[in-house]
C-alpha cells in the first residue's frame, strides 16, 4: 500500500498564488506517474497536470502558463505551483500517483480544498 498525504490548500484572492504538496510513502515500487486532478462543485473530476518519471509532463490548457508541476523523485514528492489563481480553480485538488509494481496501481490522495475569492 502506498499512502498520500497532501498539504498546501487554502483560501486566496483572485490573483494570488498557492503550492500543493503531496508526499507519498509505504510499500512504493516505482512511481511512474504523479499527478494532481480537481474537482468542483457538480462538476467531473479533472486532470490539472501530471508528470511520468520518463519527462513527459503535461497541463489542461486552463491552467497552462499559470501552473507548474514539480517532482523530486528521490523524496517521492510532487508539487503544484498555482499562481494567478482565478475562481474558476476553486476546487477539491487531489494528488494521483501510479506505482508500477506487481500489478501497477492508482493511488490517490484525500483532497486539498483550493477556494479562490475575494
Known amino acids: 500500500q502506498v499512502q498520500l498525504v497532501e498539504s498546501g490548500g487554502g483560501l486566496v484572492q483572485p490573483g494570488g498564488s498557492l503550492r500543493l504538496s503531496c508526499a507519498a510513502s509505504?510499500?512504493?515500487?516505482?512511481?511512474?506517474?504523479m499527478g494532481w486532478y480537481r474537482q468542483a462543485p457538480g462538476k467531473q473530476r479533472e486532470l490539472v497536470a501530471s508528470?511520468?518519471?520518463?519527462?513527459?509532463?503535461n497541463y489542461a490548457d486552463s491552467v497552462k502558463g499559470r501552473f507548474t508541476i514539480s517532482r523530486d523523485n528521490a523524496k517521492n514528492t510532487v508539487s503544484l505551483q498555482m499562481n494567478s489563481l482565478k475562481p474558476e480553480d476553486t476546487a477539491v485538488y487531489y494528488c494521483?500517483?501510479?506505482?508500477?509494481?506487481?500489478?501497477?496501481?492508482?493511488?490517490w490522495g484525500q483532497g486539498t480544498q483550493v477556494t479562490v475569492s475575494a
Open positions: 494521483k500517483v501510479i506505482d508500477m509494481g506487481l500489478p501497477p496501481r492508482d493511488y
Open positions: 509505504g510499500s512504493i515500487f516505482s512511481i511512474y506517474f
Open positions: 508528470n511520468t518519471i520518463d519527462g513527459n509532463t
